[in-house]
């Protein structure tokens, strides 16, 4: 017998990212609010694009991206040849490891930001830094703080996973503006589209050398199962970007899904309209219930309990009651859970769960 092969310094160190569960056992009624998935599921035109795209499953997919590239160019006014399309935004932040870090080179991100930036950068063997946050809220100081010559990349999640808060343009203006040449800063927009009058940091990356934008179909637009993101940046990091792509990533099914998404706007400002709504119901049940919850700009609430013990029962009623949400302690916050903005339904479900716990 030979040894096995060894991997790369770095990779051994990831923890295996655990998803939202999706499953009850004993149960066919259950609500996954765990993963911020779209309660309304995926525009019907989406639907009816992919359904006519799977004829052309023989076919290789395109390898521009075009039609969909044009769709996003279109209703965000962008420059199409800035953007580029991945499998998942999680692969645009993947990309962007693989591209600017190795061994010895630093990346940046609020310590309770997504559990992907760690994760990608780890694969590319550089390390992790995480930077403090205060109340629950990216602290740009702490950033610039956190940021030295060995940086190569700044990841930020604005809205923040699972924190729900928001920067606002000036503070993140001032954290671009506070990095050294040669350091960039990645604006996690999955959020984006839940939070109102926000472009996500697209306007920031359309003027700035050192900033890009990336952007998910899985949250708001519903495909979370199609695995479809997308970025927006300088040109000479798309450039770099799409060396190392594969260039068949996205099959013809999610390219003709996410631009039919794209392009259904009634859909878009509809869920936001309900998720604002539902948002504030869920945030105002819980606060009554005795619970500690910031305001979201997301679709989704953290929820915080006296102590761990207490969101773990709480945790344990919902199940009963079918209800899936995400104790969130891998994020550094063991005394909470993170619930996703449900329908009415949904959120009633929620509230008369967390009350059976209260009593
Ligand atoms: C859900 C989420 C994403 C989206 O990942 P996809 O690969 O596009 O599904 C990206 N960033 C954050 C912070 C998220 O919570």
Redesign the pocket.
Known sequence: MTAAPRPQPGIMDIPLYQGGASKIAGRDDVLKLSS?ENPFGAPEAAQAAAREAVGDMQLYPATDHAGLRAAIAEVHDLDPDRIICGV????ILHLLAQAYVGPGDEVVYPEHG?L?YPIVTRGAGGTPVPAPEHDRRVDVAAMLAAVTDRTRLVYL?NPA?PTGTILNGQEVTRLADGLPDGCLLVL?G??AEYADDFDGGLALAQTRENVFA?R????MYGL?GM?V?WGYGPREVIDVLNRIRGPFNLSNVALAAAEAAMRDREFVTRCRDVNREQRARLAAGLRELGLAVDDSAANFVLARFAHEEAALACDAILKEHGVIVRHVASYGFPEALRITVGDADGVDRVLEGVAAWAQ
Do not use: H, L, Q
């Not at 998942?88 to 692969?91: A, I, N, V």
């Not at 998910?216 to 949250?219: G, I, M, R, V, Y």
């Open positions: 911020n998942g935004s999680d692969e997504f992907i999640a996973n996690d999955a959020y990336t998910t179909f899985s949250k979370g695995r993101g």
